[in-house]
C-alpha cells in the first residue's frame, strides 16, 4: 500500500511537473512576445551598411559599427583603399551610442513584410491618395515657362488675359495640367468629361478635440463606377487652333494619361489602359490628331499595368519595353517608326524586376531580376546588365542570397549587400564590369544575438497544388522551442497578386511571426499561386478569383511540413491578416473551414465591390458574378470555426462598411463570432489592443486555454 502511494505521489508530481514545463499561453509567454524585438534590437554589428556615391567619382561612403559608435569610412573603388570619412569641417563623422544603439536590424521587417496594413495618413498635403485630381482652377495656374502662364476659367484656358480656348463646358473641359513643344508653338493637354463621384462618409466617434463627434466624406471610387474620359488635345498658341483626335484606339477608357511632347515638336505620346485591363497601348498623336499604335499590349485575362516599364529614346526612333507576354516579364525593343518588336532583350525562365539605367551611348542596361540562379530561391533578387542588342548578359551581384546594390554614377563599380532570412548580411564592393569581387566591406555580427537563444526562421519548401510547382515559405518556432511538444499552428496571410511578400532578407524579428510563435504556436507564412514573380500562369490564378488565394497550395505546402515535423498539429490550425490578408483569413474559414479552425480578420476588403477600384478590376475585371463568388458577405452563411472581426473606424484604405456588411450577414446567419470596433483608428492590424485580443483569441481557440487577466501584466513597452 506504501509503494502505491509513492508511485502514484511520484506520477502525480511528475505529471505536474511536465504539465508545467510543456503549458503554453502564461504570463510570461505574453511578456516575452511583447518584449522579443526589444530583447534581439542591437544585437547585431554591422547588419545595414547604407553606401552612398561620391559625386561623379568612384568612391563610396558608409558607416560602420565600431566598439560602442558609429564611424563613417570613404572608399575608394579604383585604388582599393579605405580610410576615415571627414566632413567639410574636418571632423571625423563618429557617433557614440552610449546605452543607445541604433533601433533597426536589415531593414526590420525583412523588406516584405506588410505587417501592419501601413497605417496612412488622412491627408497629405490636403489631397488624399483616393481623391480624383479635378485638374480645374482648384489646382491653380500652369507655368509653361517663365514667361507663358495658363490659367483656368469657366472650364476654358487663358494665356494671360487672351482666352485661349472657348469651347469647353461643364460637362468637357479643358484640363489646366498642359506642356508646351519644345519649339514653343504648342501646348498638349486633355479635354475631360467628369464622372460623378463616389463618396464615403466617416464617423469619428471620439474625437481628441470635442465631445461630439465629427462627420467627414472621402472621395472612393469603386468598381463599376464612372471614370473620368480623357481625351488629349494639341492647341496651336498663335492661332488658337485645338485639333482634338478621335477616340477609336483609346475609347473604353480606364485611364488615359496626359500627352508628353516628343522632342520633334511635332507629336505627343500617351497611354491608354483600357477598362477592365485587357488591352494596352502607347499611342502618337501628331498636331492635326492623327493617333497611331506605337505599343499594343494584349492577354485575354489582364496586362498588369502596375508593372510597365517605358523608355523612350532619345533618337525618337527606338522605345525600351517591358512585357510579362512570354509568361515571364522581359525587355523588348520596339522600333517606333514602324511601331513593332525590333527584337526581344531578356529571354528565358526568370523575371525581369526593375530597369536601374539604360546607357544608349553604350548600348547597355542595368536592371534586376529574380529567378534566373536555378539552385536558389527563385525571389532572390540579382542586379544584371546587358546590351541592346540581347547579347552580354553578365550577372553582377553573385552570391545566394537577395541583394541591394548601390552604383557610382558611371556604374563602374557597386556596393553590393546581400541576405537571406538564414544568413545575415555581407556587403562587399564590386566592379561594375563584370561584379568580381574587389574587397569584403563588412559581414554583419549576430554572435551576442546568438547568445540570445535566438535562431532563423526557417525556409520550408514543398509542392502545392499540383504536386510539382514548389511553393517557398517561412516556419517560425519559438524561442523555448521544445521538438517534445505538440504546437497548434498559426499562418499570417497577406497574399493575391502584384507582389511576393514572404520575407527574403535577414531580420533578426519578423514581427507579428516572430511575437505570436512565443504563445506557444508554430507560425508560418507562404507564397502560393496567385502571387507575383514566378510565372504569369501562376499569378493569373487569381483572375476573378481573388477568393483562391493560393489556398489548395498552402494546404499542401502546412500538410507536408507537419509530415515531416510531427510536433505541428495542423488539427488546431490558425490564420491572421489584414487588408487583403483580412479579406483571405476569413475566406479560409469561409471556403476552406475544414482546414482552418480560428482565424483573425482586421479591415478586410470582404467585398471586392466595396474596395478600391484599381486594386480589384486589375484584377477582376469588370464586375459580374465572380464577384459575389469571391464575396465574403455573400459567403458569410458558410462559416465554420471560430472568427474575430476587427475594424478601424477611420480607415481610409479600406471601406469600413465592407466589414460592416460581414457582420450584417453573420448576424443573419444567427452565427457565433467577435467583433471588435477601434473608434478613430485607420487602416491597423488593430492596434495594441487588437493585438492583446488577437493573441487572447488563439490562446483560448487553439491552445485550449483560458488567457491571463489583463491586470496580471506587467507594462507593456
Request: hydrophobic share 30%; proline share 4%.
Amino acid at each position: 500500500m506504501k509503494q502505491n502511494l509513492t508511485i502514484t505521489l511520484l506520477v502525480a508530481a511528475f505529471t505536474m511537473l511536465t504539465t508545467d514545463a510543456f503549458s503554453q499561453g502564461k504570463v510570461e509567454d505574453y511578456n516575452r512576445a511583447w518584449n522579443l524585438r526589444k530583447d534581439y534590437n542591437g544585437k547585431v554589428k554591422n547588419s545595414n551598411v547604407q553606401a552612398r556615391a561620391v559625386g561623379d567619382s568612384h568612391k563610396f561612403t558608409y558607416t560602420l559599427e565600431v566598439g560602442d559608435s558609429t564611424q563613417t569610412f570613404i572608399i575608394d573603388a579604383e585604388t582599393n583603399t579605405v580610410e576615415p570619412y571627414k566632413d567639410e569641417q574636418g571632423g571625423d563623422r563618429n557617433q557614440r551610442w552610449g546605452d543607445r544603439r541604433p533601433r533597426g536590424d536589415w531593414g526590420g521587417m525583412g523588406g516584405r513584410q506588410q505587417e501592419e496594413g501601413g497605417k496612412l495618413t488622412w491627408h497629405q498635403q490636403n489631397h488624399h491618395w483616393m481623391t480624383v485630381d479635378p485638374e480645374n482652377d482648384e489646382c491653380g495656374d500652369t507655368h509653361l515657362n517663365k514667361d507663358l502662364v495658363l490659367s483656368w476659367k469657366n472650364n476654358n484656358l487663358w494665356l494671360g488675359e487672351r482666352q485661349l480656348t472657348s469651347d469647353g463646358v461643364d460637362t468637357f473641359y479643358y484640363s489646366i495640367h498642359a506642356s508646351l513643344s519644345p519649339d514653343g508653338k504648342y501646348i498638349a493637354t486633355t479635354k475631360i468629361k467628369p464622372a460623378p463621384k463616389h463618396m464615403i462618409t466617416y464617423v469619428n466617434s471620439s474625437p481628441r478635440d470635442q465631445v461630439q463627434p465629427k462627420y467627414s466624406e472621402l472621395q472612393y471610387t469603386k468598381p463599376g463606377d464612372s471614370l473620368n474620359y480623357r481625351v488629349p488635345v494639341i492647341i496651336e498658341l498663335e492661332s488658337g487652333k485645338v485639333s482634338e483626335p478621335s477616340t477609336a484606339l483609346f475609347q473604353y477608357q480606364y485611364e488615359v494619361s496626359a500627352p508628353s511632347w516628343d522632342d520633334n515638336s511635332q507629336t505627343v505620346t500617351f497611354e491608354f489602359n483600357e477598362r477592365g485591363h485587357k488591352t494596352y497601348r502607347v499611342l502618337e498623336m501628331d498636331v492635326n490628331a492623327n493617333v497611331r499604335v506605337l505599343i499594343e499590349e494584349t492577354n485575354p485575362k489582364y496586362v498588369a499595368y502596375s508593372r510597365n516599364y517605358r523608355h523612350d529614346f532619345k533618337d525618337g526612333k527606338r522605345i525600351l519595353w517591358k512585357s510579362d507576354r512570354d509568361n515571364y516579364a522581359h525587355l523588348y525593343l520596339y522600333d517606333r517608326t514602324k511601331g513593332n518588336v525590333g527584337r526581344q532583350i531578356t529571354k528565358g525562365e526568370y523575371w525581369v524586376r526593375e530597369v536601374q539605367r539604360v546607357d544608349e551611348e553604350k548600348g547597355i542596361i542595368w536592371f534586376t531580376a529574380n529567378e534566373m540562379n536555378k539552385d536558389e530561391d527563385p525571389y532572390f533578387i540579382h542586379y544584371y546588365k546587358i546590351n541592346l542588342d540581347g547579347t552580354g548578359l553578365v550577372e553582377l551581384t553573385p552570391g545566394n542570397g537577395t541583394h541591394r546594390a548601390t552604383f557610382t554614377r558611371d556604374m563602374a563599380y557597386l556596393v553590393d549587400t546581400y541576405s537571406s532570412v538564414e544568413n545575415p548580411p555581407v556587403t562587399v564592393l564590386r566592379s561594375g564590369e563584370d561584379g568580381h569581387l574587389i574587397r569584403e566591406i563588412a559581414k554583419a555580427d549576430i554572435s551576442q544575438l546568438l547568445k540570445t537563444g535566438w535562431k532563423a526562421p526557417e525556409v520550408f519548401v514543398a509542392p502545392g497544388r499540383d504536386g510539382k510547382t514548389p511553393m517557398w515559405g517561412l516556419i517560425v518556432r519559438p524561442s523555448n522551442f521544445n521538438p517534445k511538444k505538440k504546437y497548434p499552428v498559426i499562418e499570417y496571410i497577406y497574399s493575391g497578386p502584384g507582389d511576393q511578400y514572404v520575407p527574403k532578407s535577414f531580420s533578426t524579428w519578423y514581427g507579428s511571426l516572430s511575437d505570436i510563435a512565443e504563445l506557444g504556436f508554430i507560425v508560418v507564412q507562404l507564397d502560393a499561386m496567385t502571387t507575383s514573380f514566378r510565372t504569369l500562369e501562376f499569378e493569373q490564378v487569381c483572375y476573378k478569383n481573388l477568393k483562391d488565394a493560393g489556398f489548395p497550395d498552402r494546404i499542401e505546402w502546412i500538410k507536408a511540413a507537419a509530415k515531416k515535423y510531427k510536433y505541428m498539429d495542423i488539427s488546431r490550425m490558425g490564420i491572421y491578416g489584414c487588408s487583403a490578408g483580412g479579406q483571405e483569413a476569413l475566406g479560409a474559414l469561409l471556403f476552406h473551414g475544414d482546414f482552418y479552425k480560428a482565424g483573425y480578420s482586421a479591415c478586410g476588403c470582404h467585398d471586392n465591390r466595396m474596395d478600391k477600384i484599381w486594386w480589384n478590376e486589375q484584377w477582376m475585371g469588370t464586375v459580374d458574378k465572380s464577384y459575389e463568388e469571391c464575396s465574403n458577405v455573400v459567403n458569410a452563411k458558410n462559416l465554420t470555426g471560430k472568427l474575430m472581426l476587427v475594424v478601424g473606424e477611420m480607415d481610409d484604405n479600406v471601406d469600413p462598411s465592407s466589414s460592416f456588411q460581414v457582420v450584417n450577414a453573420l448576424l443573419k446567419a444567427n452565427k457565433d463570432f467577435e467583433f471588435i470596433y477601434i473608434p478613430g483608428a485607420h487602416h491597423t492590424m488593430g492596434d495594441s489592443y487588437g493585438e492583446h485580443k488577437r493573441y487572447d483569441f488563439f490562446v483560448k481557440n487553439l491552445l485550449g486555454v483560458e488567457p491571463p487577466a489583463w491586470t496580471e501584466f506587467e507594462k507593456k513597452k
